[in-house]
T-cell receptor
């Protein structure tokens, strides 16, 4: 079953606007990761946030994590046409130290940035 | 170039045939895994490995076998192909997820079973 539920399923914005995607999950986690997938290509790792972190930045990306609500958000500021892609959240579950190696993905958000 | 290499990129199989999808990485990553991606869905974990000689099942392991005899290679074997295995398959590796390293993905193998 899919651990992560992403919202919205699709997002269409203009260049220069900010894009926010949300991810909810069900079980206790060690970390949560965000990936980008361009059409027909492999996934690219964007950012990882650990369960004891609340916010993390990387360039134009800002990720927040609320473990009490089991949710995360990815904010892309000043979007560009090149940001057009599918974005996935993925979690590594906390299972007594034996969870590493298993990622559970959400269904993704399709982001379209219009020039 | 360093990274995860998957071969072949495309494959058509007949129902009942077997084949091996190859995955190799040259980054000395201990963690490797196989996912399948179906239309409109996220990735689902098939099998994974936390080091040479150690493998375990993921969410959808039926119909697939893996082995990990070296750190570099993690082949995925389809035992008897079925149309339900038509999908895009991704291999991924990581140095140490516990230390905050994400996964590097290969470019995928697009498999069609007829």
């Amino acid at each position: 079953s899919q651990q992560g539920e992403e919202d919205p399923q699709a997002l269409s914005i203009q260049e220069g606007e900010n894009a926010t995607m949300n991810c909810s999950y069900k079980t206790s986690i060690n970390n949560l990761q965000w990936y980008r997938q361009n059409s027909g290509r492999g996934l690219v790792h964007l950012i990882l946030i650990r369960s004891n972190e609340r916010e993390k930045h990387s360039g134009r990306l800002r990720v927040t994590l609320d473990t009490s609500k089991k949710s995360s958000s990815l904010l892309i500021t000043a979007s560009r046409a090149a940001d057009t892609a599918s974005y996935f959240c993925a979690t590594e579950a906390n299972a007594g130290g034996t969870s590493y190696g298993k990622l559970t993905f959400g269904q993704g958000t399709i982001l379209t940035v219009h020039p | 170039n360093a990274g995860v290499t998957q071969t072949p990129k495309f494959q058509v199989l007949k129902t009942g045939q077997s084949m091996t999808l190859q995955c190799a990485q040259d980054m000395n990553h201990e963690y490797m895994s196989w996912y399948r991606q179906d239309p409109g869905m996220g990735l689902r974990l098939i099998h994974y490995s936390v080091g040479a000689g150690i493998t375990d099942q993921g969410e959808v392991p039926n119909g697939y076998n893996v082995s990990r005899s070296t750190t570099e290679d993690f082949p995925l074997r389809l035992l008897s192909a079925a149309p339900s295995q038509t999908s895009v398959y991704f291999c991924a590796s990581s140095y140490s997820p516990g230390q905050g390293y994400g996964y590097t993905f290969g470019s995928g193998t697009r498999l069609t079973v007829v």
